[in-house]
């Protein structure tokens, strides 16, 4: 069911058009549809049929036509009666009206941010609604005033939005200055469209005859508005609207609050090919400005000339862009600066000194580098924007596409860049998200399927990526392509080191927007990296340095200062390992050796799991021999098999992973074995950390086997204070936590033990955080159960990330006690054959397997009684 009241008041349903008899059933219908879905009061319904003579039972009266309506209608239920009125039960949209109103709203939205060409589309179907005068068949002239009154207004704004565009037709707009001949907007107009039609005297005319009606009818002088459109017309310009968009516009909030509050009147919009910079600047800027595209261009002020629609004359450009601009408050965006920076630099100079109501949004992929000039990054989407953009780009080609896991994927693999995201989301048209994931390996190739209607640099992303290439200097190419080794970013030392370019080259590519540089590192979007890498690559170079790092890192690891030195190995992750897996693949001796130097950080780290598949590899390549160098890549690459090292193994130890592996495997050594002459080297070792690893393990040694809690004790705060005065946390956490299990007071062990959880979280040891987890919850175990199983699953929670499949083990063993305490066999005996399918090989899985079988007879036994 329609309801059409803008012209003859009609109804349609499905069937077709509605008669509806009479004119008091066709006023109340159009009184009813001007205040769709609401309850229209009864006295006011009665007012509006009846006027001042309504009959003596006015009620019945109203009754009797409403009746009248619902036969006609074909039912009672679209004039629903309430005690305070009637109502008629349909939805806005289907009173053409109402569908009016929003469409006019939306239409004037879309002008008022520069969208004339969204504004024309909706304020024309607005307006195509109308069939003649509002309500011309029945008594309603106050509603119809203001109806009419609604459709001059969207007609104004429509006639605007063709304005704007440049294609506004003569003769409608002088007859709406016909219409209302006091209305300087429509006067404007008229002038605009007889000057974009190439009728300039006539435009001059009209602006005479606007400043004679006006000063004989209501003694005024033109407005300042329409005094500056008669100076456009004088000077020869043409408004000239922004490029319209067809696509929504998408995040970028803080950018657009940020350009918004800046007050500087020149403001460039910087970063990388593609970040969505044009498209940003297009959004910020106001309806009026004037939009200068200078990718094409070689001549910067003669590029502005056009844009402002102005005739060449014997003065030179720059002076007769002053002349347009100096009394205008104007706003130009100079779109694309970089391939013609230097003349950008020096015109927008020239114009902020001689206009000074003039800003100048420009967009580059480096600075102007004027004075005055403020910088606007435009940095890559965040996630969630970039997921958002890709959805909204995928509907275009592909209505039924959902947002799915893969989506944020291919966002995050493509840096979050608009435009490869867009040339992405194109691809949905025939290619899954999982199959377009598959394939961002070679994304040159798949991303090259852009709007044809782009310019070329935008079509592709190989072509986005090369202009800013071409416009390189050799210099500044070879570091591009240098710095695109480092998976992981670069410091300045090592740029210098491994490139041999100075800090000069490096800042103009930062300048360039090639490159990031944020808390002292310098790195590439994915992209412009892969791109770059292309044309060289200094692997070896590369391999050497991070080995070098690796090599004075190890010991350091385990000083006063480990917490820095940690964090700058954490930086050089990526690094290090591509340094791995190069030199596997080109130098299997120095991988060898940097995995040795490597051991110790990466066990700290939590990173054995993650390497582990690079290690293997190592091993195949590397011959069979009895070294450390060889019993470290054995314990990294097959663990089952490290104990069979130790037996041909020979000092001096210099890689502390050694001893901690053969720990694992091994368990504390027996009292009453035959000593190794391995162990005696280990143990007269002079190196202060061994020194503090032995007392550790003669404490844990000396109470385990021979029961001494109070010699326990006192070797282990020896061992912390060795610990301690090399400023070494690792170890220190390790003894805090012996010295917890050795205390017969339930509340110190506690304590304790959240001190070790506070020296390895400093250090950011992963391994030691999960297990140290499951220990305060079983110190936790009779206290605080509650507590206990939140620790518990925290602890399995670290493991699991961690890799630790011993933990997990444990973990699930407390979660089984507590199951069990509270009388639920059937869920400790679930977690307790779990935890055994997660055990192995080696000293620590037999240790916790002992523990999972102890408490699985305690469940039989409870069960038997």
């Given at each position: 069911m329609h309801v059409g009241i803008l012209g003859p008041v009609e109804a349609h349903s499905p069937d077709g058009k509605i008669a509806i008899g009479g004119p008091r059933p066709r006023t109340l219908l159009a009184l009813l549809a001007l205040r769709v879905g609401e309850i229209v009061p009864l006295d006011r319904l009665v007012d509006e049929l009846y006027?001042?003579?309504?009959?003596?039972?006015?009620?019945?009266?109203?009754?009797?036509?409403?009746?009248?309506?619902?036969?006609?209608?074909?039912?009672?239920?679209?004039?629903?009666?309430?005690?305070?009125?009637?109502?008629?039960?349909?939805?806005?949209?289907?009173?053409?009206?109402?569908?009016?109103?929003?469409?006019?709203?939306?239409?004037?939205?879309?002008?008022?941010?520069g969208d004339a060409q969204t504004a024309e589309s909706l304020l024309s179907e607005a307006l195509g609604l109308w069939r003649g005068p509002a309500l011309a068949d029945v008594p309603a002239a106050g509603h119809a005033t203001r109806l009419e009154q609604q459709r001059s207004a969207a007609t104004n704004s429509l006639v605007a939005a063709r304005t704007r565009l440049g294609k506004a037709d003569v003769r409608e707009v002088q007859e709406l200055v016909r219409q209302h001949p006091l209305d300087e907007r429509l006067r404007g107009y008229l002038m605009q469209a007889l000057h974009q039609d190439g009728r300039q005297a006539e435009a001059l005319q009209a602006f005479e005859d606007a400043r004679a009606l006006l000063a004989d009818e209501l003694g005024v002088d033109p407005s300042p508005e329409l005094r500056a459109i008669h100076v456009r017309i004088l000077r020869g310009q043409t408004h000239r609207e922004l490029p319209a968009q067809l696509t929504s516009f998408v995040g970028r909030q803080e950018e657009l609050a940020r350009i918004k509050a800046l007050e500087s009147r020149l403001v460039t919009l910087t970063g990388p090919g593609g970040a969505g910079k044009t498209r940003l600047a297009l959004q910020a800027a106001p309806p009026t400005a004037v939009f200068v595209d200078l990718a094409p261009v070689r001549d910067v002020a003669a590029a502005t000339l056009q844009a402002l629609g102005l005739k060449e004359t014997v003065l030179e450009p720059e002076d007769r862009l002053t002349l347009a601009l100096r009394?205008?408050?104007?706003?130009?965006?100079?779109?694309?600066?970089?391939?013609?920076?230097?003349?950008?630099?020096?015109?927008?100079?020239?114009?902020?000194?001689?206009?000074?109501?003039?800003?100048?949004?420009?967009?580059?992929?480096?600075?102007?580098?004027i004075t005055g000039e403020t910088l606007c990054p435009v940095p890559p989407l965040e996630p969630e924007q970039s997921a958002a953009l890709f959805t909204d780009r995928a509907r275009l080609v592909n209505p039924n596409f959902v947002r799915d896991e893969q989506t944020a994927d291919i966002c995050r693999e493509l840096d979050g860049l608009?435009?490869?995201?867009?040339?992405?989301?194109?691809?949905?048209?025939?290619?899954?998200?999982?199959?377009?994931?598959?394939?961002?390996?070679?994304?040159?190739?798949?991303?090259t399927k852009g709007n044809r209607a782009a310019a070329?640099?935008?079509?592709?992303?190989?072509?986005?990526?090369?202009?800013?290439?071409?416009?390189?200097?050799?210099?500044?190419?070879?570091?591009?392509?240098?710095?695109?080794?480092?998976?992981?970013?670069?410091?300045?030392?090592?740029?210098?080191?491994?490139?041999?370019?100075?800090?000069?080259?490096?800042?103009?590519?930062?300048?360039?927007?090639?490159?990031?540089?944020?808390?002292?590192?310098?790195?590439?979007?994915?992209?412009?990296?892969?791109?770059?890498?292309?044309?060289?690559?200094?692997?070896?170079?590369?391999?050497?340095?991070?080995?070098?790092?690796?090599?004075?890192?190890?010991?350091e690891l385990r000083r006063r200062d480990q917490v820095e030195w940690f964090a700058r190995m954490t930086a050089e992750h990526a690094n290090l390992l591509q340094a791995v897996e190069w030199t596997t693949a080109h130098e299997p001796d120095r991988a060898l050796r940097l995995v040795r130097d490597l051991a110790w950080y990466w066990y700290i780290k939590g990173s054995r799991t993650?390497?582990?598949?690079?290690?293997?590899?190592?091993?195949?390549?590397?011959?069979?021999?009895?070294?450390?160098?060889?019993?470290?890549?054995?314990?990294?690459?097959?663990?089952?098999?490290?104990?069979?090292?130790f037996v041909e193994l020979r000092g001096p130890i210099t890689q502390p992973f050694v001893l901690i592996a053969w720990a694992m495997m091994s368990g504390p050594p027996d009292p009453s074995a035959p000593r190794t002459p391995l162990q005696e080297e280990?143990?007269?070792?002079?190196?202060?950390?061994v020194q503090g690893l032995i007392a550790f393990s003669n404490s844990y040694t000396g109470w385990t086997v021979r029961g001494d809690r109070e010699l326990a004790i006192e070797q282990s705060r020896a061992a912390l204070r060795q610990f301690q005065d090399l400023g070494e946390r690792w170890g220190a956490a390790q003894v805090l936590d012996v010295l917890a299990t050795l205390t017969e007071d339930p509340h110190e062990a506690l304590a304790l033990t959240d001190e070790a959880l506070r020296v390895v979280a400093e250090l950011g040891a992963r391994e030691e955080l999960a297990e140290l987890r499951g220990r305060r919850a079983d110190r936790l175990l009779d206290l605080d159960p509650v507590q206990a199983e939140r620790e518990y699953h925290q602890a399995l929670d670290l493991a699991t990330h961690a890799g630790l499949a011993a933990t997990r083990a444990l973990a699930k063993t407390g979660l089984a006690r507590l199951a069990q305490r509270r009388g639920d066999p059937a869920r400790a005996e679930l977690l307790l054959r779990e935890a055994q399918r997660e055990l192995g090989h080696g000293w620590m899985h037999a240790a916790a397997l002992r523990q999972v079988d102890e408490v699985l007879s305690e469940l039989g036994r409870s069960r038997g009684a």
């Open positions: 006027g001042d003579d309504p009959p003596a039972d006015a009620a019945n009266a109203l009754q009797g036509q409403v009746s009248r309506l619902r036969r006609a209608l074909g039912g009672a239920g679209l004039v629903e009666f309430h005690p305070a009125g009637y109502r008629l039960a349909l939805a806005p949209e289907q009173v053409d009206a109402h569908r009016f109103a929003a469409l006019a709203a939306d239409g004037q939205q879309a002008l008022e941010r009394e205008r408050d104007a706003t130009l965006i100079l779109d694309n600066c970089e391939h013609v920076v230097v003349q950008a630099a020096r015109l927008a100079q020239h114009l902020l000194s001689t206009c000074p109501s003039l800003r100048i949004l420009a967009t580059s992929r480096e600075p102007l580098g608009p435009l490869a995201i867009e040339l992405a989301a194109a691809r949905t048209r025939s290619l899954t998200t999982k199959e377009i994931a598959d394939r961002l390996s070679d994304r040159f190739r798949l991303l070329p640099r935008h079509q592709t992303l190989r072509a986005v990526v090369e202009w800013s290439w071409d416009l390189l200097s050799d210099e500044e190419r070879d570091l591009a392509a240098c710095l695109a080794t480092f998976s992981g970013g670069a410091t300045l030392e090592a740029v210098e080191q491994v490139c041999g370019h100075d800090l000069e080259v490096l800042d103009a590519l930062v300048d360039k927007s090639l490159v990031e540089a944020v808390d002292g590192r310098y790195r590439m979007l994915e992209t412009i990296r892969e791109f770059c890498s292309r044309h060289k690559r200094v692997d070896a170079e590369h391999a050497a340095y991070f080995h070098e790092l690796a090599r004075l890192a190890d010991p993650e390497v582990r598949g690079l290690a293997r590899t190592l091993l195949d390549r590397v011959p069979e021999e009895s070294t450390e160098e060889y019993t470290v890549l054995v314990a990294l690459a097959a663990p089952e098999r490290v104990r069979e090292r280990v143990e007269s070792s002079d190196d202060p950390w």
